[in-house]
């Protein structure tokens, strides 16, 4: 399965964790290539929008989207990447019911 992981790029750890885990049950992530909030880029307002078309063709590429809502945050960026994956009929599954235990992962 392709799957696009969403959230605040401030969660880069867990992004990376996620990555090799899905990695290693024979997924193929597609990942934010730049995490301007945890490592300190500033980005200027036509990089910003070039990341997030950028993003939104992950997406389109991906069967599914995993939201990283670390302590449930989701941020204005990532909610748009939500809508935009459920108007596209993609489903959604959540850093927190998973580690939860709420809901399982299949492979």
Request: hydrophobic share 35%; charged share 25%.
């Amino acid at each position: 399965m392709i799957i696009t992981l969403c959230g605040s790029t401030r969660f880069k750890s867990e992004f990376e964790q996620i990555t090799r885990e899905l990695t290693m049950s024979n997924h193929i992530v597609l990942a934010p290539g730049v995490f301007a909030h945890a490592d300190q880029i500033k980005l200027t307002e036509t990089q910003k929008r070039q990341l997030e078309e950028l993003h939104l063709r992950k997406i389109d590429m991906s069967q599914c989207i995993y939201v990283i809502d670390v302590d449930g945050y989701i941020g204005t960026s990532t909610q748009r990447e939500i809508h935009y994956a459920r108007r596209k009929g993609k489903p959604v599954w959540y850093w927190t019911e998973l580690h939860a235990g709420l809901t399982g992962w299949g492979s």
